[in-house]
C-alpha cells in the first residue's frame, strides 16, 4: 500500500518518432502508436484515486517540424481526446487557439467541460507554448492554465531530463520522473514504479 500519492500527474510522452524509426516506420508513424498508452495510463490513474492528469499533446514549437510530421501528431492529439474522454472527465484542452496550428474539433472543449458522466480532472496541451501561457491573460486577468491546478509528480518517457516548457505555473514543485524506455512501449509497471518512487521523495514545497 502506497501512503503518500500524487494527487496531479502530468505525462509527457516522448520518444513517438525514435521507436517508429527504430521499428522500421517513419517517425510520424510513431504518434498513432501512443494513442492505447495513453487510454491505458489514464485508465490506471481513475483506478489507483489520482484526481488530475495532465498530457503533454504537442507545443508551439512543434509545429515547425516537417509538415508530414506536423499532420500526424495534430490528428493524434485529436485522437487521443476522442479516446481519452469516453472514459468520463473534466475535460481541458490548453493552447493557443488563435494560431492555425490548433485543431478546430478541439475548440468546444478549452473550456472545463463534463464527458461522460464526468470524473478525474483531465487536461491536454495541444498548441500550447510557455511563452505563451505567462503572457497571455484571460478576461478575468488570470492565465489560460490557471483552472489546472499545481503538479506534484511530472512523468516522462524517452530518457529526456527536461520539462519542455510543461506548465511552468504548475510545475514549479513537481517531482520529476524519467523513464528510459519510449512511450509507445507504456505498461501498467511503469505508473506502478512512479508511485513508489515518488513515495521516497522527500517533499516539502519548500518549507
Known amino acids: ?8 500527474i502530468g505525462i509527457i510522452p516522448d520518444g513517438n518518432r525514435r521507436w517508429a524509426k527504430e521499428h522500421g516506420m517513419n517517425k510520424q508513424d510513431g504518434y498513432k502508436w501512443g494513442l492505447l498508452p ?6 490506471q490513474a ?3 484515486g489520482i484526481e488530475e492528469i495532465t498530457y503533454y499533446g504537442f507545443t508551439v514549437d512543434n509545429c515547425k517540424r516537417p509538415a508530414v510530421q506536423f ?16 472514459e468520463g472527465a473534466d475535460l481541458l484542452v490548453i493552447g493557443n487557439t488563435d494560431s492555425p496550428c490548433f485543431p478546430e474539433a478541439l475548440l468546444p472543449y478549452t473550456t472545463r467541460t463534463p464527458v461522460n458522466g464526468g470524473g478525474i480532472r483531465l487536461n491536454f496541451l495541444v498548441n500550447y507554448g510557455w511563452e505563451w501561457d ?3 491573460m484571460r ?3 488570470k492565465p489560460y492554465s490557471s483552472d489546472i491546478s499545481r503538479v506534484d509528480m511530472v512523468i516522462r518517457w524517452g ?9 511552468p505555473l504548475q510545475s514549479v514543485y513537481a517531482d520529476f520522473c524519467v523513464f ?14 512512479a508511485l513508489v518512487w515518488y513515495a521516497k521523495q522527500d517533499i516539502t514545497l519548500g518549507g
Open 180 to 193: 528510459d524506455h519510449y512511450w509507445p512501449d507504456f505498461t501498467d509497471q511503469d505508473l506502478s514504479d
Open 46 to 48: 481513475k483506478d489507483l
Open 38 to 43: 495513453g487510454l491505458q495510463l489514464l485508465r
Open 71 to 86: 499532420a500526424a501528431f495534430q490528428q493524434a492529439c485529436v485522437d487521443a481526446v476522442e479516446l481519452l474522454k469516453q
Open 1 to 8: 500500500m502506497i501512503k503518500k500519492r500524487p494527487r496531479h
Open 134 to 136: 505567462l503572457s497571455h
Open 159 to 167: 530518457g529526456m531530463r527536461r520539462l519542455s516548457g510543461f506548465l
Open 139 to 141: 478576461l478575468d486577468g
